[in-house]
């Protein structure tokens, strides 16, 4: 694929929102606008939000924007789209993972379904990429990021398989940061560098995932 010109959607969370970024131009889809020629790239991150929707309401009311609801409010006229998200499902979602056969967004299995599937019949003729999270810390805990989900939902690579094997189902594209971005912050070294709280990329991270992102369009 060509990317000069492209227009794309990209749908996520607080790394898509912009956090870890030190100003809004060094977030990972300005950078690569700007280092690749991409026409316009449109911003669909919210920073706490899950893919799938949450059982119990949030303390804060915004972060239960999840994404299967948030397909409509998408522009229609993009070349491509971009998901990246679930990293707030582990972290924090209390959706049970669910069973391969879920079909309904009360799981988390079910959710990237719904969600996928929604964007297919929305973009039914453009790709859509799904990009795996990031390591992070904490992310051997089975119960959230702070053991505060109260049960045992599963570590983030349980997470990860499933976005993997529900985009395999649809035949969706994976950009699979958790195996391939080099982003890993617990080791001191690349915490440092790219990811200094532990889970938001710094200026250096998001560049790395333009970069990850850029190599997947061009491959398609």
Not at 121 to 138: A, S
């Amino acid at each position: 694929m060509e990317l000069n010109g492209l227009v794309i959607n990209f749908l996520g969370d607080s790394i898509t929102e912009g956090v870890g970024a030190s100003k809004k131009e060094n977030v990972y889809h300005a950078v690569l606008k700007r280092k690749y020629g991409i026409a316009e790239a449109r911003n669909y991150g919210i920073g706490g939000t899950r893919i799938a929707p949450q059982h119990k309401p949030s303390t804060v009311a915004r972060w239960d924007l999840d994404f299967c609801g948030r397909v409509k409010d998408m522009a229609p006229d993009a070349d491509a789209v971009v998901v990246f998200g679930g990293t707030n499902d582990f972290g924090h979602g209390d959706a049970p993972l669910g069973l391969p056969s879920d079909r309904t967004a009360d799981t988390f299995t079910g959710a990237c379904h719904v969600l996928f599937r929604s964007l297919i019949e929305k973009y039914p003729d453009k790709p859509i990429f799904v990009m795996t999270p990031c390591h992070r810390l904490r992310e051997e805990f089975r119960d959230g990021e702070h053991h505060q989900k109260g049960g045992e939902y599963g570590d983030l690579k349980r997470y990860v398989e499933i976005l993997r094997e529900v985009a395999e189902y649809y035949s969706l594209p994976v950009i699979d940061l958790y195996a391939e971005s080099g982003l890993q912050p617990n080791i001191p070294v690349l915490r440092e560098k790219y990811m200094p709280d532990g889970l938001h990329p710094s200026d250096a991270g998001h560049e790395r995932i333009a970069d990850r992102i850029a190599a997947a369009l061009r491959a398609y």
